[in-house]
């Protein structure tokens, strides 16, 4: 069965910080599609990336950066020197090849303070 | 915004009610979801509709159900509403990806959040 763990329930980082949240992830299909989502204050949930399981090439995009590694079943986030407007509740999402469903991670609250 | 509509935003009912949460989804996305947001519960899964048909299941309750209609709106019935059924609930929609090669990215609409008094 597909699983999705984020160990980091909360975080707390000054601005201009890097910071890296975790995502940890199980399944038995050789093909699936990795995801994160932001979720911030306002509640409405943004989509971030959407990474293949034949790609692990790692993906940067501004200050974020994703870190594919299939050895270790993790596809961590890195945000480098990070702004208050990050604040917010990052989700990590599974999906295996034989179905359509996204499974989500608890969520990682991330506090960058000023 | 997301193009994904939900209604209502906001819903106060009692306990052993019935309310139907309804969902447009973007236009040409063929795909709904429906996930639950409890405090700190992250985003429970519930069910998945592709053009009108069940695709995938996941804890949804006995007393919850949904459908698909041929316009693609969805509705999400919650019947016998317990006090733990509170909780904002969330519909998304996502485009097929050329191919058949799984999930895209999923696009969600502001939620509905229940209180159940």
């Known amino acids: 069965a597909q699983k999705v763990t984020q160990a980091q329930t909360e975080i707390s980082v000054v601005e201009k910080e890097d910071v890296t949240l975790d995502c940890v992830y199980e399944?038995?299909?050789?093909?699936?599609?990795l995801f994160w989502y932001k979720q911030p204050p306002s509640g409405e949930l943004v989509f971030l990336i959407r990474r293949n399981s034949f790609d692990e090439q790692n993906e940067i995009s501004g200050r974020y950066s994703w870190n594919f590694q299939k050895s270790t079943s993790s596809f961590n986030f890195t945000i480098t020197a990070s702004q208050v407007v990050d604040s917010a509740v990052y989700f990590c999402?599974?999906?295996?090849?034989?179905?359509?469903?996204?499974?989500f991670g608890k969520g990682t609250r991330l506090h960058i303070l000023p | 915004d997301s193009g994904v509509t939900q209604t209502p935003k906001h819903l106060i009912t009692a306990t052993g009610q019935r309310v139907t949460l309804r969902c447009s989804p973007r236009?040409?996305?063929?795909?709904v979801y429906w996930y639950q947001q409890s405090l700190d519960q992250g985003l429970q899964f519930l069910i998945q509709?592709?053009?009108?048909?069940?695709?995938a299941k996941g804890n949804i309750l006995e007393r919850f159900s949904a459908q698909q209609f041929p316009d693609l709106h969805s509705e999400l019935n919650l019947s016998s509403l317990e006090l733990g059924d509170s909780a904002l609930y969330f519909c998304a929609s996502s485009p097929p990806i050329s191919g058949g090669a799984g999930t895209g990215e999923l696009f969600f609409g502001e939620g509905s959040r229940l209180t159940v008094l």
């Open positions: 999402a599974l999906s295996e090849a034989k179905d359509d469903k996204i499974i």
């Open positions: 236009s040409g996305d063929l795909s």
């Open positions: 399944t038995r299909d050789t093909t699936y599609y």
């Open positions: 509709y592709y053009n009108g048909e069940e695709r």
